[in-house]
């Protein structure tokens, strides 16, 4: 009996301690269980309309508004007529870090929850299984080699299979480990290929399109030196950029990270040590190469006229969006797409492309979600831009992340208010909580005082800059990934292939049966 009275007393001071300042929960009369049943699913006080309204969809309260929306989706479906017909493009879309929390949270951004990113509008979607051969949370580098060459690797390798350990400095010599992306199958097949992001070009994700290599972090010569000596045999990513079988014939490369290809005797900028101005090289190698580094150079850029493109925007990442002017000499990832495109569209045998949101992740890093859910939104504007630039009949587009994060939207908020803002009730402590937050980060000193093991009020300390830091329950340098499935979304040729749930690494197996590429199973050998 002692435990019984123990619980519902439990229950009921729970119940009673979610509600907020000003705030008066019902008392909970009923039994342990039925109390521990509510303080789960609290019935909260409706906000004082003369300070917030809940914001309304017209419509939404009645019967009919739901079952029409749910005949019209229906009706929409069953239209549906699969495109079998064999892709001559193929776009592949990387939102790196970008989880479904961090899309439904983004919805919020464009209107409302029950908004829709662009590409959420695409009519196929499936879930793809992130796990690494060694880790069961993986990391941008060994993501990249599963959804561009189809085979899953280590932790912090990319373009080479499971063999290879990670920082490993001679396993990854044997040419046998090895394995080529979806660009090099496109190339073999007579496209183009390309690659777009916001990261550096010698980042994780976008080396998976051309480099082998057995850290990531080796993305110029230095860093090899250090961890591998001196005549390693090992070249870098830069290097293999500029230097190596599918890097130089890459038709467009777009993004950050000029520090990694040159020399630090020959710019204040370059981390090199070998010599070498690998952008100098480029600009020599062909009179119709063309170098960008501010938007408006790539703007003006007469793609008639240019054999290949290269465009550095900064000498490292690329800024943040929230972080940059109107009149910011850095182009938007959106901007960066449209010329990619129209320049990739002079071929006849068709491109492949890829393309990354790649800061939505750095940000997640940094438990800075405005930041992160920005340039989600940026994200769907490029994808936008390609949807528009493109035909579904003959092209493919795929949209993807590479893992989520720790990242948490909960908290019973109400329509229409901040998503950035602190949830209605408090926590059991009695202080308020935030809608977003994340299991571990950085941030975790900002909310919680370690002297008298409390949390502190985080309205205190998110302030509404882009900056903001968003509460974490574990101190960590940055936050973590997270392994749980990351959505896939689909249009065009074949794009129906693309439901269900199936390992990260089935993904270029599935582009290049679209539009025949590689020496697997395609539609062309069927």
């Not at 941030?443 to 830091?469: H, I, L, M």
Request: include cysteine; charge should be negative.
């Amino acid at each position: 009996m002692l435990l019984r009275a123990n619980a519902f007393l439990i229950a009921v001071g729970l119940f009673l301690f979610l509600a907020s300042p000003g705030q008066a929960a019902p008392e909970c009369l009923r039994g342990p269980e039925q109390c521990r049943e509510r303080s789960m699913h609290p019935d909260l006080p409706e906000p004082d309309s003369k300070v917030r309204a809940i914001r309304k969809v017209e419509g939404e309260e009645t019967t009919a508004f739901w079952r029409e929306q749910g005949v019209e989706f229906i009706k929409k479906q069953l239209a549906r007529e699969p495109n079998t017909r064999q892709a001559k493009n193929v776009i592949l879309f990387i939102g790196d870090g970008m989880g479904v929390t961090t899309t439904s949270a983004a919805r919020n951004l464009i209107g409302g929850e029950e908004k829709a990113l662009s590409f959420e509008n695409f009519p196929y979607t499936g879930l793809s299984k992130t796990y690494s051969v060694d880790k069961i949370v993986p990391d941008s580098a060994c993501t990249a080699t599963a959804y561009l060459c189809g085979v899953k690797g280590q932790e912090g390798t990319i373009g080479v299979n499971g063999v290879v350990t990670r920082a490993n400095c001679t396993s990854m010599l044997d040419e046998s480990t090895h394995v080529d992306s979806i660009a090099k199958w496109a190339m073999d097949a007579g496209k183009w290929a390309g690659l777009v992001t916001t990261t550096r070009v010698t980042h994780a994700s976008p080396s998976g399109v051309y480099a082998h290599i057995a850290e990531r972090d080796w993305e110029n010569d230095a860093e090899v030196l250090t961890d591998c000596g001196a005549n390693s045999g090992i070249q870098d990513i830069a290097y293999q950029l500029a230097r190596g079988e599918v890097g130089s014939k890459l038709k467009v490369i777009l993004g950050g990270g000029r520090k990694n290809f040159v020399d630090s005797t020959l710019s204040e900028e370059g981390k090199r040590t070998d010599g070498l101005d690998l952008i100098e090289e480029f600009k020599a190698a062909h009179a119709q190469n063309v170098f960008v580094d501010t938007k408006d150079e790539l703007m003006a850029v007469n793609v008639a006229n240019t054999e290949r493109l290269l465009g550095l925007f900064n000498y490292d990442h690329i800024q943040y969006r929230m972080e940059t002017a109107e009149d910011s000499p850095q182009p938007s990832l959106e901007q960066m797409t449209r010329k990619a495109i129209e320049y990739m569209s002079q071929n006849e045998q068709g491109y492949f492309l890829f393309i990354e949101g790649g800061r939505i992740d750095q940000a997640h890093h940094k438990n800075q979600a405005r930041m992160a859910l920005n340039e989600t939104i940026e994200f769907s504007k490029a994808i936008a831009a390609a949807q528009e630039l493109t035909n579904e009949e003959d092209t493919l587009l795929v949209v993807t992340a590479d893992h989520s994060h720790v990242f948490s939207y909960a908290g019973y908020a109400n329509r229409g208010e901040d998503i950035f803002g602190r949830a209605p009730v408090n926590g059991t402590d009695g202080t308020p909580y935030m809608v977003l937050s994340y299991a571990n980060g950085p941030s975790y000193e900002n909310f919680y005082d370690t002297q008298s093991k409390e949390r502190k009020d985080p309205t205190s300390v998110v302030t509404g800059a882009p900056t903001d830091q968003f509460p974490s329950g574990v101190p960590m340098y940055d936050d973590s990934h997270g392994g749980d499935d990351v959505a896939v979304y689909a249009l065009g040729p074949w794009s129906h292939l693309f439901t269900g749930v199936y390992e990260q690494s089935t993904i270029p197996h599935l582009m290049a049966y679209a539009s025949c590429l590689g020496d697997g199973h395609t539609v062309c050998s069927t």
